[in-house]
């Protein structure tokens, strides 16, 4: 969602700004703003794209060492150039850029306007920085101070940044439910959302905590306040970004580099954690949760969208290996249904970007009420990973294309090493077959890089399918999982409308919708309910669907049953999703291009939900 840049040092800011919402983009967003400051305080926004804003600005003075940057995605007010941010302060002498929605906004504003103060835009952030003026101006406090008082005031998320016109010195953060990092150079310091836009100019970095205020000064060390005046120690971290992990690098879209990606990134999951030799894992992020694990009567699963697809591979694996019963739950209907969760129950909150607005909710409330919060995330020093007990990262690098792929297989990884070693730990496996998986789960990575190589095959499917409105994506078992996710990616990214269901269940309704037209996609692999998916392929072709099978090497059963098959290598039943995933994430893929879609930036989409 949006996206916050700023910059204060010896260089210009505006190629650092720019370039830092460019690393941005991938979020999601509907409008693009800047502000530098350079003896008059300029601001430019534009609605749509980055590079709008970029010819927007041509032949404005965009000279100065100071400014503030910003990629908006809509929720006060539809995405045009007034809503977009950054928003001046009633006498123009500050500029805020602000993730994240005050909840309160609507009594602030009419108490602001019984005070004579008007609005131009619809936005939220607008009543903030009027707040902020008027407390500063009223009370004679500084700026940091007024920043302080007003977020005492409000109820809600926010990040934002405060650029001051009477002080070309300075700039004012503050965090509270939305994610703000600090990066500090040489005599300069950047602010972002992420740490994309910082990762080429300096590896130290500060990620600010909740109800934080920073001062950043011209050649001062960074400051930290809470908003109730408690002065903080700066925690500096080493960022472990590479930024060739931020470029296409000859590929033509995030997506597909990031498909390719994946042998690469199971391995990386895997590194350190998997010991065939020993026969054992370690997960050295939830070690000293490890009894609290096995003693476990029940594990409760949160996530939103695909990592709720890896958290239902969780399930079956955690009891089938674990024996431990496993319920999964969206984190939006879990944390408002007033579940009962025990204080012996376990929570994994599974999430790719750890900023998840309604897992993050679903975490505090766990933790609430005594539960032991595992975190599964990719990104390192995220607000779920920070607020979680303990966790483990799934360390698949950092995820641009929004459709999620790589993040999914390393979740799907994670949540395979945690089981086995349960298993292990519970001696709920015997040696033999916990060996053995070992060994299959190491092979994992050369078995994707085979998979892979359907990919031309995967191209000619989707110039047939293209066109097609509708699809059905069908699996059992640990394949049911695998068809939710595949037809996820078809919807988020080529904007057709497709399902995914246990197969059997298709017997009970989407049957209905079942005839010449409809292509559905079938999960055949050899283990398992193999016999009885086959069965389901009948039911399907007799209603003269056309059928794409997803099957095991030299199959030959749903080979003459369906129209197009897939094959991937054979592997052990719980193994599979790593491996039928991937032609799936091919054929959205490619359908999607053809179709001329923007791949990495769906519309409507951002990459990390930071509201609820
Ligand atoms: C995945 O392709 C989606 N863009 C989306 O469903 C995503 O998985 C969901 O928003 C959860 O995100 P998270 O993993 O960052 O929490």
């Known amino acids: 969602m949006c996206g916050i840049v700023a910059y204060i040092g010896p260089r210009q800011a505006y190629p650092i700004l720019i370039k830092g919402l460019h690393r941005l983009e991938y979020r999601g967003y509907d409008s693009a703003g800047i502000a530098i400051l350079n003896s008059t305080l300029k601001l430019y926004k534009s609605k749509g794209k980055v590079a709008e804003l970029e010819k927007a600005v041509v032949g404005k003075d965009l000279s100065g060492t100071i400014g503030i940057a910003h990629t908006r995605w809509a929720t006060h007010g539809e995405p045009n150039d007034i809503n977009a941010h950054p928003h001046f302060s009633y006498s123009k002498d500050l500029a805020i850029i602000h993730n994240g929605i005050i909840e309160n906004y609507s009594p602030l504003r009419n108490e602001l306007r019984k005070r004579g103060y008007e609005f131009i835009s619809e936005t939220d952030t607008e009543v903030l920085i009027h707040l902020i003026e008027d407390i500063q101006l009223n009370e004679k406090v500084s700026l940091a101070e007024a920043v302080q008082v007003a977020l005492n005031q409000v109820v809600g998320a926010y990040a934002i940044v405060i650029i001051d016109k009477n002080d070309p010195d300075t700039l004012i953060a503050a965090r509270k439910g939305s994610p703000l990092v600090i990066g500090i150079g040489e005599h300069e310091f950047f602010v972002a959302s992420d740490a994309t836009p910082i990762v080429e100019y300096t590896r130290d970095v500060v990620y600010l905590d909740d109800e934080e205020v920073a001062v950043l000064k011209r050649n001062h060390e960074l400051k930290i306040k809470t908003i109730t005046n408690i002065e903080k120690t700066p925690y500096i971290q080493t960022l472990e970004i ?20 994946q042998p690469r990134s199971i391995r ?226 080529s904007y057709i409308h497709a399902e995914g269901y246990p197969a059997a269940e298709m017997k009970h309704g989407p049957i209905a919708l079942i005839d010449a037209a409809m292509p559905v996609i079938v999960i055949a692999t050899n283990k398992g309910t193999y016999d009885k998916v086959v069965s389901n392929i009948q039911e399907v072709k007799a209603r003269h669907a056309k059928i794409i099978a997803i099957v095991t090497e030299g199959d030959e059963v749903v080979k003459a049953l369906a129209d197009h098959i897939i ?20 054929l959205s893929y490619h359908i999607a291009v053809m179709r001329g879609c923007n791949v990495d930036q769906p519309r409507n989409l951002a990459k990390s939900v930071t509201v609820e």
């Open 567 to 586: 094959e991937i290598p054979e592997t052990e039943e719980m193994l599979v999703p790593l491996l039928a995933t991937i032609p799936l994430q091919l």
């Open 242 to 261: 590479n930024l060739s992990e931020l470029e296409k690098e000859g590929f033509e879209h995030f997506m597909l580099k990031e498909i390719y990606e």
């Open 268 to 493: 990386d999951s895997m590194r350190g954690r998997l010991k065939v030799k020993e026969g054992i894992v370690l997960l050295g992020g939830i070690a000293e949760y490890q009894q609290k694990l096995v003693n476990a009567k029940r594990i409760i699963i949160v996530a939103c969208g695909t990592s709720w697809h890896a958290g239902l591979v969780g399930e079956y694996l955690f009891e089938e290996l674990a024996r431990i019963p496993v319920e999964v739950e969206y984190a939006s209907e879990f944390r408002y249904r007033n579940p009962i969760i025990y204080e012996d129950d376990i929570v994994i909150a599974i999430s790719q970007s750890g900023e998840t607005a309604d897992t993050l909710a679903a975490v505090e409330l766990a933790k609430s009420k005594g539960a032991t919060i595992i975190g599964i995330c990719n990104v390192v020093g995220s607000s779920i990973a920070r607020a979680t007990h303990a966790g483990t990262y799934t360390h698949a690098g950092p995820e641009i294309g929004v459709a999620s792929t790589k993040a999914f297989t390393a979740q799907v990884t994670l949540l395979t090493l945690m089981a086995l070693m349960l298993a292990e730990q519970k001696g709920s496996i015997s040696r033999s077959k916990l060996n053995m998986l070992l060994h299959e789960l190491e092979a994992i990575p050369e078995k994707v890089e085979k998979t892979l190589l359907v990919n031309d095959k995967i191209k000619e499917l989707a110039a047939i399918f293209k066109d097609t409105r509708n699809a059905l994506y069908l699996g059992r078992g640990y394949n049911y999982p695998v068809a939710m996710e595949g037809a996820l990616k078809l919807k988020e990214i």
